[in-house]
Nanobody, 118 residues
Framework: VQLQASGGGLVQAGGSLRLSCAAS????????MGWYRQGPGKQRELVAS???????FHADSVKGRFTISRDNAKNTVYLQMNSLKPEDTAVYLC?????????????WGQGTLVTVSS
């Protein structure tokens, strides 16, 4: 099973994008979905996450501008990004974590590039 991220692109500052990350098949026991990003010359950082119970986390740098959501039936996680800033420019990666009786397994998507021009 693979994760496919999409929705990135070039946008002007102040604009919006919606990222999607879908699994190519069924993944059992997904209890965590997250969006990470890695900007030029920067370390990978957690942007937002959503847990199986529905609770969410958003990094301070995106709070109030980005919103994570999910569709369990489609095994898909979304990131709505509004009021984009040039410093949001990065490759955005999605991650699913599955916890089953066999153990814990992380799945990563290939990343989608978001470029915000000033």
């Amino acid at each position: 099973v693979q994760l496919q991220a999409s929705g990135g692109g070039l946008v002007q500052a102040g604009g919006s994008l919606r990222l999607s990350c879908a699994a190519s098949g069924i993944i059992f026991g997904v209890n965590y979905m997250g969006w990470y990003r890695q900007g030029p010359g920067k370390q990978r950082e957690l942007v937002a996450s959503i847990f199986s119970g529905g609770s969410t986390f958003h990094a301070d740098s995106v709070k109030g501008r980005f919103t994570i959501s999910r569709d369990n039936a489609k095994n898909t996680v979304y990131l709505q990004m509004n009021s984009l800033k040039p410093e949001d420019t990065a490759v955005y990666l999605c991650k699913f974590r599955s916890t089953t009786s066999s153990g814990v397994k992380d799945y990563w998507g290939q990343g989608t590039l978001v470029t915000v021009s000033s």
